[in-house]
């Protein structure tokens, strides 16, 4: 495999210095998760329920590394066509036209049909060659001169034939392209896969890739997230929002507050001026955080005690 042509990552320190430098406030779990991926080349599976910050570490690892960020979103039915390349039909359309018009200049002088023959073959191979080939994702990534780093989000909305296609990427950085060959990365990209655990990711894929599972985080670690990217908020008010979502979470609900859902609130909060918590700022502002409307009323139906116990803990 080739050296990565990446900035070097040092330590596991200088990942959660890095990050947090960037607005990425994580856990050290996570920082010796990247450092390992990084100095093993290996690819890194993280899941998780959605919205604690999966895509948003690789986004983050492609800035701290000044790295471009090619990102697949995966679905169902994906194929290779739009992960991996296709052919430039237009462009091999309007070459055979070419050949057309040149076909006496092109046979002429040809000695017998073998000839003949041998000659609209070579002609014919130039439409199979990466002139006309238009990289995908997964091709783009490996094409980088200094690396990429590749994000492959959601793969588990992708289905089992997709997964196969990635064993040999994921395996050697390369690919097998029937007209060409084999395609090696030029420089190995970083490489992370995201999550929501909708299905179960299968053993070859996940032996060939570090795990990694982020959590809802601690109520501690909420509130870094929250002094970093709205560092407006009081205190007081930053620790008794942080300890509502997290009552939320503990809900029945069809869809719990994301990270950025707490972002979002908490930024609405400093927008309306509040000091603290209070019920009707509460329920005016629920949409911010919920999205579905019977979560809504079950949440409203406990408010008072959501708020009172939110507001009644100490400030840490």
């Known amino acids: 495999m080739q050296a990565q042509h990446f900035p070097q990552l040092a330590s596991v320190e200088e990942i959660e210095r890095g990050f947090e430098s960037h607005g990425y406030i994580c856990s050290r779990k996570i920082a010796t998760a990247v450092f390992l991926a990084f100095q093993l080349r290996k690819p890194v599976l993280v899941e998780g329920p959605p919205g604690v910050g999966k895509t948003e570490l690789a986004k983050t690892t492609a800035t701290l590394l000044d790295t471009p960020l ?10 290779e066509a739009k992960a991996l390349y296709e052919w430039k039909y237009g462009k091999q359309l309007l070459y055979t036209q070419v050949l ?7 046979l ?11 000659r609209l073959h070579d002609f014919g191979d130039i439409f ?17 001169e200094r690396g990429a780093i590749l994000l492959i989000d959601e793969v588990d909305k992708s289905d089992y034939e997709f997964e196969s296609l990635l064993l040999e990427i994921l395996s050697d950085y390369q690919i097998s392209i029937p007209e060409i060959g084999t395609v090696k990365a030029r420089t190995s990209p970083m490489v ?17 890739c570090l795990h990694l599972y982020i959590p809802f985080p601690t109520v501690e670690l909420e509130e870094r997230i929250i002094r970093s990217r709205v560092p407006d908020v009081d205190e007081q008010l930053r620790h008794q929002l942080v300890e509502f979502v997290h009552s939320l979470r503990q809900m029945d609900l069809k869809k719990v507050p994301a990270i950025s859902e707490t972002i979002d609130w908490a930024r609405s909060l400093l927008l309306l001026h509040a000091g603290e918590l209070e019920e009707e700022l509460v329920r005016s502002t629920l949409n911010v955080l919920l999205k579905f409307e019977e979560d809504i009323e079950t949440a409203d139906s ?11 803990q100490e400030t840490n």
């Open 70 to 79: 090619i990102r697949l979103q995966c679905y169902e039915g994906l194929d």
């Open 100 to 106: 057309k018009e040149k076909l006496g200049d092109l």
């Open 108 to 118: 002429q002088g040809a000695k017998g049909l073998a000839e003949s023959v041998q």
């Open 128 to 144: 199979y060659s990466e002139d006309f080939l238009e990289p995908r994702p997964l091709l783009k990534a490996m094409q980088q």
């Open 192 to 208: 992370f896969l995201t999550s929501n655990n909708t299905r179960e990711i299968s053993d070859a894929l996940k032996r060939r």
């Open 302 to 312: 406990e408010l008072r005690t959501l708020v009172r116990e939110s507001t009644a």
